[in-house]
């Protein structure tokens, strides 16, 4: 099938690429033609595991193509997706400008019955919104539909995701947009999950619901672990005692510093103004994302606690900067938030981050130091920060960080260490919702 994803952010690229690799001809639009010459030359623009080979497979094969010209990106192409960013505007709603903007363009160009897919996570009632905006520049007698298709793909593992999902989710009443998705995804749900179709307001909530309900799951996880430490019990041992429970699921209970990333925060606000819109007051998701603030402090708090507040001076080695690991992306990382309050404090900061270096480099420029690797960074630091669960961080040479570190003081913002290997070791180890061992 002949298809074109418009906007070639994180959300395009992968849809794009995986969209060819069954088969069909794609086309990625997108206004920034830097970006598409780059493209154009085989250069993938974001770091995620598993997409360059296909990428670049694609490509030789030509069914990947890429323009800057819109109305030769969807010429011929029977379905569009809109992979645009929808940022959060100024009283937290989504800004829906780029959306509606490429969909009034697709309309002054299209002359034959086309289906356009919103891609990007757009607040209930998008699609209607999206309707209104062709409406007004199609020419009479021209069709197409509007299609909620909204994504679930994680960063770092977005390519099996998308590959494999575990569902689709399509919503639209148009019969014939109904069978081309169904087409389109067919060869990805092989296996047997299913692809859901329903009304578009029913498709675009659902997107919401499901990042902010996992926003709930680690929001409550953070304070069941708040509350351990108080009562002196053990988050990882209660988060196994629950997650064997099915109804429950063992995924996703992790206690940390505070979910971060481009999607859980945006989607959680966004969901909340939306009820705040339709006066319902969403109480749950106010308090997930006041525990969510509260959260990003717990380290450096344990931090200060433990220098009677004075921080002055002192030098701190961070292990991790990415929101999570396998990925470059540092929207919204705990690391930005903890990095700000150490350096505020006046303390100063030496880095690694396996692959979110030159981000954090263009946004901070020279305010920390960055390490060629994880053990240049413990250079004289007082302290050891675990900031992102990388797994090169899981077995780690404790004698080499003992060498290193001027003293053997580790805070754990992601539960990396058995408490019993830290006692060994004789470190002060202090992680999220466990007994500090010192
Ligand atoms: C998320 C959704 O999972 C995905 O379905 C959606 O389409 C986009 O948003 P992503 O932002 O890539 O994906 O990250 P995810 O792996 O879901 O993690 C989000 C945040 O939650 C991270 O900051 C992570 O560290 C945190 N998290 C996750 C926890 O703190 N504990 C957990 O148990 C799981």
Redesign the pocket.
Known sequence: MKIAVVGTGY?GLVTGTCLAETGNEVICVDINEKKVEMMKAGKLPIYEPGLEQLFHRNIAQDRLKFTSNLAEGIAEAKIIFLALPTPPGGDGAADLSYVLGAAGDIAKIITEYKVIVTKS?VPVGTADKVTAAMQQHAAPGVEYAVVSN?????????VE?FMKPDRVVVGTTDERARKLMAELYGPYVRQGNPIIFMDERSSELT?YA??SF??T??SF??EIANLCELVGADVDMVRRGIGADDRIGK??????????????PK?VQALAKSAEENQYDFRILNSVMEVNEIQKNVLTEKVKKYYKGDLKGKHFALWGLA??PE?D?IR???ALYIIDSLLAAGATVSAFDPEGMNNVQTLLGDKITYAANQYDALKDADALLIV??WSLFRTPDFGRIEELLKAKVIFDG?NLYDLDKMIDCGFYYNSIGRKEVK
Do not use: H, Q, W
Request: glycine share 10%.
């Open positions: 959300v996570t909204p994504e679930f793909l994680r960063e770092g593992v977005a995701d997107k499901a990042n996992l926003a799951k680690i996880m953070n995924r996703f209970l992790f206690a940390g510093i505070g979910y971060g990333g481009s999607c859980f989607d929101f999570k990925t992306d919204e990382a705990p992102t669960e992601r």
